[in-house]
């Protein structure tokens, strides 16, 4: 395909002129830092289904208290009593091809809101559907959307040097065929569109054009920064939809395959926080239901497609130990009418409750039922407004997706915060530690946190780099050390006890150091950081006979390898554990078995020196049910014979310690009755395993 072709399917670069005259094109210097939240690690995750065509929520809800003026008003449409499903609670009743959704609400993972809506309700399909994406009143008008304004507000610096090392996933990513308001931002368009992940379009090349600095080549450049981060966005998502797994089919429908697709990227390793599903159908005004029987039709149909997508994802997402980590929201630009029409039919109403469900949300219902009018005169009668839609849209920021925008940064008003998340779970920075407990509650998504939820500052060891050769075998004192870090954020300072020598890496000296005039033998390399007590990083270094042998490796833990690239030598031996191999190449790949593993590289001089690395490689435990009642699974693979199992308290108290045998299934079963209701740190150690995770007991 050329790039022609190319950019005519792009939906995002394809729709950019029109937006042309708003953007700032100015020659800025973008970091890779994040601004807050990153897509490296895994996070909450926010699912959007829109219903559109206007729901009716008085036949997806049914009020019971109030079926008498229900069967007198809407006679051509209402369900009959002995079929709906009966909540048994505030007398309400769901319709009769939500079942699963009864079990939802069971096990309180399914919220209902009622009577949803805005003041002075517009019943155009376009116009109400832009102000539910939009994040206006009636008579306001936007043309950015409220998720692309607090994306936008979150990242400061998009669509710019995007993707990047700390968001290499889409931020949001839309099963579509091109992008919608939601979405649109004030600079730019903040999701990323696809209709099938395994079906993108690639170009040979990343396009990498010089234009002009005038207004025509700015638009171009813009235009070509949107089809290379279109580019690599899709690359990405193809491979990691590669990696998903379904183990429970979805329906084989339209709305089926989105669901399809959320699963497959939610499980192969895809950190987008935000999916956006359409499902149109929902404008029912003749035909909503059967005549003959009134619980099937095409309303029914919708919503047992609904029903059946919402209760397979958690079946998958339940055994993958990811469904915690969702919020889903149902929207629809309106309700119908209370009363029926004389074609089986509703027309287009105002309010209309909204359906939210995750495994962390408050399971209360909000609001009153309905009242319903046992005759109607006014054929523009109407349901009262009990929540404004931007209430829930604001809980969902403030105690959902969280940082350091607010809803009112993205409202420009303060709404109403409804009891949307438990707030045992409400974690405003997304460390892990809700902000019950959270002493610190600013940290960036990824830090490591204490149980406190404040940051332990860490550096990873490929921070530093560190190189030494020599000139002499014996006799001599000119050894060099070199050494540099990749982080230039910070100023370290270096103690090396065997020359009491201190030195310090700093923007002066470029964050560079070449330390001379050092006899051979061994050195210890103490690093500590400025402003960050308790940070300390040792490297034991050896000056050796010339040329020395120089070492840089890196450690996949999935994968089980090392990776070494050397210098110094024509010939090298690594030894791991034990065994040793021979290699002509300066760069090669070691395997690396579960538990410790010592790794020596060598040369067949031994005054060349000596790279030693311990690594652990821990086995990757399973564990399930999550949250649990009774018996917990821990899935145990690898050959240990036997495994110690500690229980703390979320406090980081000791509760229990176990030595259990690892049976032949390699399923280790611990019985949690004796547990409160409470969240707990499990601790799995053996020779090969070391694990930690945490569980919630019900």
């Known amino acids: 395909m050329d790039r022609r072709k190319f950019?005519?399917?792009?939906?995002?670069?394809?729709?950019?002129?029109?937006?042309?005259?708003?953007?700032?094109?100015?020659?800025?210097?973008?970091?890779?830092?994040?601004?807050?939240?990153?897509?490296?690690?895994?996070?909450?995750?926010?699912?959007?289904?829109?219903?559109?065509?206007?729901?009716?929520?008085?036949?997806?809800?049914?009020?019971?208290?109030?079926?008498?003026?229900?069967?007198?008003v809407r006679p051509h449409v209402i369900i009959p009593e002995n079929k709906i499903i009966s909540l048994e609670k505030n007398d309400l009743g769901l319709h009769p091809s939500l079942t699963d959704m009864k079990t939802l609400f069971r096990e309180e993972r399914f919220k209902i809101i009622q009577s949803v809506g805005y003041p002075k309700s517009n019943f155009s399909h376009f116009r109400s559907m832009d102000i539910w994406l939009s994040g206006s009143g009636n008579e306001q008008f936007l043309y950015s959307g409220w998720l692309a304004r607090y994306l936008e507000k979150e990242h400061t610096k998009f669509p710019y040097d995007y993707p990047n090392n700390q968001f290499p996933h889409p931020l949001a990513i839309e099963i579509a065929s091109s992008s919608s308001l939601l979405f649109t931002g004030e600079k730019a368009f903040t999701s990323f569109v696809t209709?099938?992940?395994?079906?993108?379009?690639?170009?040979?090349?990343?396009?990498?054009?010089?234009?002009?600095?005038?207004?025509?080549?700015?638009?171009?450049?813009?235009?070509?920064?949107?089809?290379?981060?279109?580019?690599?966005?899709?690359?990405?998502?193809?491979e990691i939809s590669n990696k998903g797994s379904i183990k429970h089919e979805f329906p084989r429908s339209h709305l089926g395959s989105q669901f399809s697709k959320v699963n497959l990227l939610i499980t192969g390793g895809?950190?987008?926080?935000?999916?956006?599903?359409?499902?149109?159908?929902?404008?029912?005004?003749?035909?909503?239901?059967?005549?003959?029987?009134k619980t099937r039709g095409a309303h029914s149909s919708l919503l047992k497609e609904l029903n059946d997508c919402i209760s397979t994802l958690y079946r998958n997402l339940d055994e993958t130990g990811d469904s915690d980590r969702i919020l889903g929201m149902t929207i629809s630009e309106f309700g119908r009418t209370i009363h029926s029409n004389a074609t089986d039919g509703t027309d287009h109403g105002s309010t209309a409750p909204m359906f939210l469900f995750g495994n962390k949300i408050d399971p209360t219902i909000l609001g009153y039922n309905p009242v319903v009018p046992s005759e109607i005169k006014d054929s523009q009668h109407e349901l009262d407004l009990q929540f404004d839609y931007r209430d829930v849209f604001s809980s969902v920021i403030d105690q959902w997706l969280g940082g350091k925008t607010t809803s009112k940064d993205v409202f420009g008003e303060k709404f109403d915060q409804l009891p949307i998340i438990q707030r045992k779970y409400i974690d405003?920075?997304?460390?892990?530690?809700?902000?019950?407990?959270?002493?610190?509650?600013?940290?960036?998504?990824?830090?490591?946190?204490?149980t406190d939820g404040c940051e332990i500052f860490s550096?990873?060891?490929?921070?530093?780099?560190?190189?030494?050769?020599?000139?002499?075998?014996?006799?001599?004192?000119?050894?060099?050390i070199t050494i540099s870090v990749s982080n230039t954020e910070y100023t370290y300072n270096l103690s090396i006890p065997e020359t009491e020598g201190s030195y310090s890496l700093t923007t002066e000296n470029q964050h560079q150091l070449v330390i001379e005039e050092l006899k051979i033998g061994s050195y210890t390399l103490n690093f500590t950081v400025e402003g960050q007590e308790g940070y300390l990083q040792t490297f034991e270094i050896g000056i050796t006979e010339p040329p020395a042998l120089s070492a840089k490796s890196s450690v996949n833990q999935k994968g089980k390898t090392m990776t070494v690239n050397l210098s110094g030598s024509d010939l090298y031996y690594a030894e791991v554990n034990g065994e040793r191999r021979s290699y002509k190449i300066d760069n090669f790949t070691l395997?690396?078995?579960?538990?410790?593993?010592?790794?020596?590289?060598?040369?067949?001089?031994?005054?060349?020196?000596?790279?030693?690395?311990?690594?652990?490689?821990s086995e990757q435990i399973k564990h399930y049910p999550n949250p649990v009642q009774g018996e917990l699974n821990l899935v145990i693979p690898g050959e240990d014979r036997e495994t110690t199992i500690t229980i703390y308290s979320r406090s980081g108290s000791m509760i229990k310690r176990y030595q259990r045998q690892i049976p032949f299934s390699r399923i280790v079963t611990l019985n949690t009755t004796e547990l409160r209701t409470d969240v707990y740190v499990i601790k799995v150690n053996g020779q090969t395993v070391e694990q930690t995770f945490k569980i919630i007991k019900r």
């Open 7 to 72: 950019l005519h399917r792009l939906s995002h670069a394809a729709a950019a002129p029109s937006l042309f005259s708003s953007f700032a094109f100015d020659n800025l210097s973008f970091s890779k830092d994040s601004e807050l939240t990153n897509t490296i690690n895994k996070g909450k995750i926010l699912i959007i289904i829109n219903m559109n065509g206007g729901n009716d929520g008085l036949n997806t809800l049914i009020p019971l208290d109030q079926y008498s003026n229900l069967n007198s």
């Open 195 to 238: 209709e099938d992940p395994y079906d993108f379009f690639s170009l040979d090349e990343i396009m990498q054009n010089q234009y002009s600095e005038d207004l025509k080549g700015s638009k171009l450049s813009y235009l070509q920064l949107m089809s290379n981060q279109s580019q690599n966005y899709g690359n990405t998502i193809r």
């Open 270 to 293: 895809a950190n987008t926080r935000i999916y956006y599903l359409n499902y149109g159908g929902f404008d029912t005004h003749g035909k909503q239901v059967d005549p003959s029987d």
């Open 428 to 450: 405003t920075d997304g460390d892990g530690v809700s902000d019950e407990r959270d002493l610190c509650n600013a940290t960036p998504l990824g830090a490591m946190v204490n």
């Open 459 to 480: 550096l990873p060891a490929d921070t530093y780099s560190i190189q030494t050769n020599g000139v002499s075998c014996s006799g001599k004192t000119n050894g060099v």
């Open 591 to 617: 395997q690396l078995r579960p538990g410790m593993n010592t790794v020596k590289i060598s040369t067949p001089q031994d005054c060349q020196g000596v790279h030693v690395e311990q690594i652990f490689i």
